[in-house]
């Protein structure tokens, strides 16, 4: 089984200063991550995914994640966060080849200017 | 290039009501999957389809039904509607390949 634990369910940052958003994962088989981003009234798009090798993982954006099996983290960052970053965003795990994702509560990122 | 089509976008309800929200992808992905999205909880796995005609239970699936009689289509049911079941509802589907689920736009339920 997996799950997914977002530190923080609301995250306020300044226009041009570092996004962290952390997300820990529990699995019971090497897991594939993911970080989806929602905008309002809209569904989720794939912002970046990890599955296999290197861990440092680029998406759409701007935005990275690094997975760390050590501490079983896969948290993601942006340098210099925009206004258009203001949106919820969701860490999810699989176990791979059941496809079924299991997502974290969300974190609500606010951009202020 | 439509890919995944939901209807209703909204839909008001009544408790008792029996309620179908609609899924429709123009892909022919084999895997397609139901969500439901509440604060606090992300988005639960409600069922999902492997293919046509193969259904299968995700986290929370008691109070729904669904089918897939067609590989585009795969209609989600609330037999009896409950206002525990106000909620965002997301359709999936996952393109073999690419390890990744793409979603719909949602549908808004409310149950008074």
């Known amino acids: 089984a997996q799950s997914v634990t977002q530190l923080g369910s609301h995250v306020s940052v300044s226009e041009g200063a570092l996004v962290l958003l952390r997300c820990n994962y529990s699995s019971s088989v090497p897991p594939y991550l993911f970080w989806y981003v929602q905008y309002p009234n809209q569904g989720l798009q794939l912002l970046l995914k990890y599955t296999t090798g290197a861990t440092l993982v680029k998406g759409i954006n701007g935005f990275e994640a690094e997975f760390k099996k050590s501490e079983t983290s896969f948290h993601l960052t942006k340098p210099s966060a925009h206004m258009s970053d203001a949106a919820e965003y969701f860490c999810?795990?699989?176990?791979?080849?059941?496809?079924?994702?299991?997502f974290g509560a969300g974190t609500t990122v606010t951009v202020r200017a | 290039d439509a890919g995944i089509t939901q209807s209703p976008r909204y839909k008001i309800t009544e408790t008792g009501r029996q309620v179908t929200l609609m899924c429709h992808q123009t892909w022919s992905h084999s895997y397609m999957f139901w969500y439901r999205q509440d604060l606090g909880h992300g988005l639960r796995l409600i069922y999902y389809?492997?293919?046509?005609?193969?259904?299968d239970k995700g986290e929370v699936p008691d109070g729904y039904v669904v089918s897939r009689s067609k590989t585009e289509n795969f209609p989600l049911t609330l037999e009896s509607a409950t206002r525990s079941q106000t909620s965002v509802y997301f359709c999936a589907t996952y393109r073999g390949g690419t390890d990744t689920q793409y979603f719909g736009p949602g549908t808004r339920l409310t149950v008074l």
């Open positions: 999810a795990v699989s176990g791979g080849n059941d496809y079924k994702l299991s």
């Open positions: 389809s492997a293919a046509a005609d193969i259904t």
